[in-house]
């Protein structure tokens, strides 16, 4: 199993700021995952991050508005930037700890934009 | 078409009841599936994988038909606490989740 901490869990931004959210894993894992979760919906993957090179982005979802960090292999960073309100929703970090295809998430960081 | 389709509910059954869900999924070349669940504000969590004989875990049951490209899930002598949101969940590829939309479910007593 792995125990991810995602911060910050909430928070209420302005329309044209960017905001930085964090995930910290207690063990080494080779992929992290973010995904999105819009309000009443299921989750959609938005890229995935590898340690040491660039992360893979989903169709929809595009580097520069969500530039990925993963400086190494227990933690990765997700910004979303100049946010508009339909950034509103729930961003979760995940990872795949045992090969297994069972991901384990962080509590996620859930985003109001006004 | 979606990649994946679960009926979105809501579910409202009463506690002891049995309840099944079903889902479909496009992409034939999948090789894994697993049903998590999800309670209200919180991550989703693995609640079983879905093989392709069919598997149980204690009250709940999953099923795999690779032919009808369907998978489903019942629950026996429901309980409150089985109150959530089930995701259907299709695995593509080497490492990549898709997600249903999910089935809510509230178990009344």
């Known amino acids: 199993s792995a125990v991810i901490s995602q911060k910050p869990s909430r928070d209420i931004c302005q329309r044209g700021t960017s905001l930085t959210i964090q995930c910290q894993v207690d063990?080494?894992?080779?992929?992290m995952f973010w995904y999105r979760q819009q309000p009443g919906q299921s989750l959609t993957l938005i890229a995935t991050?590898?340690?040491?090179?660039?992360?893979?982005?989903e169709s929809g979802f595009v580097i520069d508005k969500f530039p990925i960090s993963r400086p190494n292999l227990t933690f990765s960073t997700l910004t979303v930037s100049n946010m508009s309100p339909e950034d509103s929703s729930i961003y979760l970090c995940?990872?795949?700890?045992?090969?297994?295809?069972?991901?384990?998430f962080g509590e996620g960081s859930r985003l109001t934009v006004l | 078409r979606k990649e994946v389709e679960q009926d979105p509910g809501p579910f409202n059954v009463p506690e002891g009841a049995t309840v099944a869900f079903n889902c479909t999924y496009s992409?034939?070349?999948?090789?894994?599936f697993f049903w998590y669940r999800q309670d209200c504000r919180k991550e989703p969590k693995l609640l079983m994988s879905?093989?392709?004989s069919g598997n149980e875990d204690g009250r709940f049951t999953a099923q795999l038909n690779r032919a009808s490209q369907y998978i489903s899930l019942l629950i026996r002598d429901s309980k409150l606490s089985d109150s959530a949101t089930y995701l259907c969940?299709?695995?593509?590829?080497?490492?990549?989740?898709?997600f249903g939309q999910g089935t809510r479910l509230t178990i009344n007593p």
């Open positions: 991050a590898n340690q040491g090179s660039e992360a893979t982005y």
């Open positions: 995940s990872v795949d700890a045992g090969n297994t295809g069972e991901l384990f």
């Open positions: 063990s080494q894992v080779t992929m």
């Open positions: 969940v299709v695995k593509q590829g080497a490492q990549k989740l898709v």
């Open positions: 879905v093989y392709s």
């Open positions: 992409n034939s070349a999948s090789q894994s």
